[in-house]
Nanobody, 123 residues
Framework: QVQLVESGGGLVQAGGSLRLSCAAS????????MGWFRQAPGKEREFVAA????????YYTDSVKGRFTISRDNAKKTVVLQMNNLRPEDTAVYYC????????????????WGQGTQVTVSS
């Protein structure tokens, strides 16, 4: 049974930082690209960042480039989203997801999802 469990969300002031972690119970974790998505109230889920199987390539939506960093540790089966210089518009539920295919920029590309962790940025 595959499980993705996010942690690290919370309340932070604008300009602050949070570090989201995702622990995966996937036997072949190193075969999956990993991604982070977010969904704000009243809005559709959106892609935030993704990292390929080896960790050698990362992808970001334009609004977080230069502020967020995605990384992974295949030995520990974890993926981390370091979020710096947070803005109120970053407020959302953040979801970790795993993609076993060759694409990872859209939600439909992902096979497994976590339950999400709330990030709230106050102005």
């Amino acid at each position: 049974q595959v499980q993705l469990v996010e942690s690290g969300g919370g309340l932070v002031q604008a300009g602050g930082s949070l570090r989201l972690s995702c622990a995966a119970s996937i036997r072949t974790f190193s075969s999956y690209a990993m991604g982070w998505f977010r969904q704000a109230p009243g809005k559709e889920r959106e892609f935030v960042a993704a990292i390929d199987w080896t960790g050698g390539s990362q992808y970001y939506t334009d609004s977080v480039k230069g502020r967020f960093t995605i990384s992974r540790d295949n030995a520990k089966k974890t993926v981390v989203l370091q979020m710096n210089n947070l803005r109120p518009e970053d407020t959302a539920v953040y979801y970790c997801a795993a993609s076993g295919g060759g694409r990872w920029l859209r939600g439909v590309d992902y096979d497994f999802w976590g339950q999400g962790t709330q990030v709230t940025v106050s102005s």
